[in-house]
Nanobody, 125 residues
Framework: QVQLVESGGGLVQAGGSLRLSCAAS????????MGWFRQAPGKEREFVAA????????YYAASVKGRFTISRDNAKNTLYLQMNNLKPEDTAVYYC??????????????????WGQGTLVTVSK
């Protein structure tokens, strides 16, 4: 099983950009589908983006499509989320997640195998 550590969160003005990283430990990173989720204050956690083990297939929530890009580097055991044209409604704690099944990381299952601890993104007006 991998362990996940997110980084790259912070405070940014609306219209700005941030890149989140999720570093994975363990040798089995490439065997996992990976995803990003977020949880805003007072709201439930929601799916943001996901990709399969080699990054060939990507999936996005409608609210971020065209603004966010998910990618992975299996040689570096790292998952990324490039976030452009950020909006105040993107403010949330962002979590990366790993599971062998793509269904899980696109939010179709209640249980995911591994979660990171989260990184806070705050977008000011």
């Amino acid at each position: 099983q991998v362990q996940l550590v997110e980084s790259g969160g912070g405070l940014v003005q609306a219209g700005g950009s941030l890149r989140l990283s999720c570093a994975a430990s363990g040798r089995t990173f490439s065997s996992y589908a990976m995803g990003w989720f977020r949880q805003a204050p007072g709201k439930e956690r929601e799916f943001v983006a996901a990709l399969n083990w080699n990054g060939a297939n990507t999936y996005y929530a409608a609210s971020v499509k065209g603004r966010f890009t998910i990618s992975r580097d299996n040689a570096k055991n790292t998952l990324y989320l490039q976030m452009n044209n950020l909006k105040p409604e993107d403010t949330a704690v962002y979590y990366c997640a790993a599971d062998p099944k793509i269904r899980a990381v696109v939010g179709l299952e209640n249980h995911l195998e591994v979660w990171g601890q989260g990184t806070l993104v705050t977008v000011s007006k």
